[in-house]
């Protein structure tokens, strides 16, 4: 037996045998998913299938960093502002509350969730952008944050995720609203290994997605009711706009609780007992006008629009050509190799016996470390290099604007 496996105590067979009796419903969490590796990870009682995904996610550090990652606003000292971490908390709860309605399997629901955005970068769509723009022009291939969440999961961290869980996080791209989503039942880790690859080569394959689950249909959906109004009530509080009165009301309502509750309701209305997730056609226009009027308002404001471009873009290229030559030179000195190499080298020593920087190209490593950063670990570590450059003001809880 490994080592690392030693030390862990069971339930009793009577003990389990009891809880079974008084709950029998239990007993299809000892379902057995695809993983990577077999050997590991088999489901039991106290710690089912999908338990074990949630619980490889919460203890991820990636995980951690969530709580400084921006959701849409880079830059503010406001507490009131959501992070990244919040919005995870959402989307799971949303999806949680659909699934146990629809009778399907809530731990699922919440892995998917919770490793949904893992793999985002700092500074939210404008970070992905800067990323995404760097790896085309160097190596041809996309950075997407949902291609990148899997890559943290099954490859960087090598944490033997279920291929469901897997899946549900590949294809979750909150960006692209569907009417119906039917699961693709057909996949399997060969199916998904070459979407994949496939997503990192064609930059629109990722807009072709469909989850081979209900729970990952679930968790697509509920990334979208999670969003559009909290980020209406972000950017209130961010000034970005004065009110909601520039917003639709419509069948979805224009504030936040309105939109989440009328969403869920006809989400549980359309697709009870179905094999499919649904909105009606009422509703699923509603949310294709929301959505349009939150990228008018906010997503695409000059305010937003201009840090992206003024401020994050120049930091990005400075910081990955900074690291990249670092790498190449092998100086074991800059903090890629310090609080990146070494570190994830110890992360990934479970599963996985290859060496790091042997299995990755050096484009790969630089993006890996800069995606893994929060926004003031990324301010910090461009400042720290370039002290003589911009650097982001952050504004002050007491900035009056």
């Not at 919770?114 to 022009?137: R, T, V």
């Not at 399997?188 to 690859?197: C, L």
């Not at 030559?325 to 070494?342: E, F, P, Q, T, V």
């Amino acid at each position: 037996m490994n080592k690392k496996t030693t030390g862990y105590s069971s339930l009793s067979e009577s003990i389990q045998n009891k809880i079974l009796e008084n709950n029998p419903s239990l007993s299809k969490n000892l379902c057995h998913p695809q993983r990577r590796r077999s050997d590991h990870d088999i489901a039991n009682l106290w710690r089912p299938a999908f338990v074990r995904d949630c619980e490889k996610i919460l203890h991820c550090p990636y995980y951690n960093r969530y709580s400084d990652k921006t959701q849409v606003f880079s830059f503010y000292k406001n507490d009131d502002i959501s992070r990244r971490s919040l919005h995870v908390q959402i989307v799971s709860r949303i999806a949680r509350n659909i699934s146990s309605l629809l009778g399907l399997n809530v731990d699922l629901t919440e892995a998917i969730a919770l490793g949904h955005d893992i793999g985002h970068p700092p500074f939210g769509h404008a970070g992905e952008a800067c990323l995404n723009n760097i790896s085309l022009s160097l190596t041809g291939r996309s950075f997407m944050h949902n291609l990148h969440s899997v890559r943290v999961l099954d490859k960087i961290c090598c944490y033997n995720i279920s291929f469901d869980t897997l899946d549900g996080i590949l294809c979750h791209n909150g960006e692209l609203p569907l009417g119906k989503y039917v699961p693709d039942t057909k996949k399997d880790f060969s199916v998904f290994d070459k979407e994949v690859e496939a997503c990192y080569t064609d930059s629109t394959y990722s807009s072709k997605l469909i989850p081979s689950t209900l729970e990952g249909c679930v968790v697509r959906i509920s990334d979208l009711i999670a969003y559009i109004g909290k980020d209406r009530q972000d950017a209130i509080r961010a000034k970005v706009i004065d009110d909601d009165s520039v917003f639709t009301e419509g069948k979805l309502g224009r504030f936040n609780a309105a939109i989440i509750n009328n969403l869920i309701v006809n989400v549980v209305e359309n697709s009870f007992e179905k094999d499919y997730i649904m909105l009606d056609k009422e509703y699923y226009d509603d949310l294709k006008l929301a959505m349009g009027e939150n990228y008018e308002h906010i997503y695409l404001s000059d305010s937003v629009k201009s840090v992206q471009k003024e401020i994050i873009a120049p930091m990005y290229e400075r910081l990955f050509f900074k690291l990249l030559a670092d790498l190449k030179s092998g100086d074991k000195s800059s903090w890629i190799y310090r609080h990146h190499i070494n570190y994830v080298n110890k992360i990934r020593s479970y599963y996985c016996e290859d060496n790091y920087i042997d299995a990755n190209t050096y484009e790969d490593i630089v993006i890996d470390y800069m995606a893994s950063m929060t926004d003031d670990y990324f301010s910090d570590l461009h400042k720290l290099y370039f002290p003589d450059e911009p650097n982001p003001v952050y504004q002050s809880y007491f900035q009056s604007t």
